[in-house]
């Protein structure tokens, strides 16, 4: 059987200017879970990341650790079919539009203003846009679709299992949505299910998968055996 390990990158910058550089909080889970692979004596075949700069950066810092500790370490393949969905653009696009149509939205957006919301205020806001956007009630042009998304991270996901096939023991730094397309691999979940799931992985948390095609299961899910309970445990 192959292994694959499905990383979330570290904490980003959630309502900061560039939500894709790493916080001090998002460097600090890096480097845990780097020390912790090196613990655990791992070693991996080949090690992929999305394209962007969260995803990259995680995997340096982990990647970091083991190099200095004199484990192997391969050369990082960025693989775009394993970027996020478009939500931050949906999110920006479809408040405004939503305050403009909705009542009861726009009464929600004006009790302190969007961008003054606490990040728990402005999490539950995004997911209700998400939940729109997923059951098809939000459009927005030049943008991808979520079902377009669907089968862009499930090419993905077929790289994946492709470059790993043999035994081979592999890692990618990624985002949310393509864990939970492996999910909807294992399982099979419906649009809404799978959007649901995404929500619940966390910073640096890592999802095992054991494939042999055309099997593919799940082992782990959303483990962070490298954190302690408390701060350095974030969602966003």
């Known amino acids: ?11 980003a910058s959630f309502g900061g200017p560039d939500y894709d550089q790493l916080s001090e909080v998002g460097e600090e889970q890096a480097r845990r879970l780097g020390a912790h692979w090196v613990q655990q004596g791992m070693i991996f075949d080949q090690i992929f990341s999305g394209p962007r700069r969260r995803h990259q950066r995680t995997a340096e810092l982990v990647g970091a650790l083991l190099r200095e ?9 960025t693989l775009p079919e394993v970027d996020e969905y478009a939500g931050l653009e949906v999110f920006r696009v479809a408040l405004p539009m939503l305050g403009g149509r909705e009542k009861a939205f726009k009464e929600m957006l004006q009790r302190d203003g969007a961008q003054k919301k606490a990040p728990v205020e402005m999490l539950k806001l995004f997911q209700d846009v998400m939940a729109r956007w997923v059951r098809g009630e939000l459009h927005v042009p030049g943008v ?15 790289t994946l299992i492709a470059a790993g096939t043999g035994g081979r023991q592999i890692a ?3 985002s949310t949505g393509p864990v939970a397309v492996a999910l909807d691999r294992a399982f099979g979940l419906d649009d809404e299910r799978l959007m649901e799931m995404s929500w619940q992985v966390r910073n640096t948390s890592v999802s095992e998968f054991l494939f042999a095609p055309p099997r593919f299961s799940l082992s782990v899910f959303n483990a962070l055996p490298h954190l302690p309970p408390g701060e350095l445990v974030t969602h966003i």
């Open 1 to 11: 059987m192959s292994r694959l390990f499905m990383v979330r990158h570290a904490q």
């Open 69 to 77: 500790r004199g484990l192997p370490w391969p050369e990082g393949v």
């Open 172 to 174: 990618v730094f990624t």
């Open 144 to 158: 991808e679709t979520w079902q377009e998304f669907r089968l862009r991270a499930r090419r993905g996901l077929d």
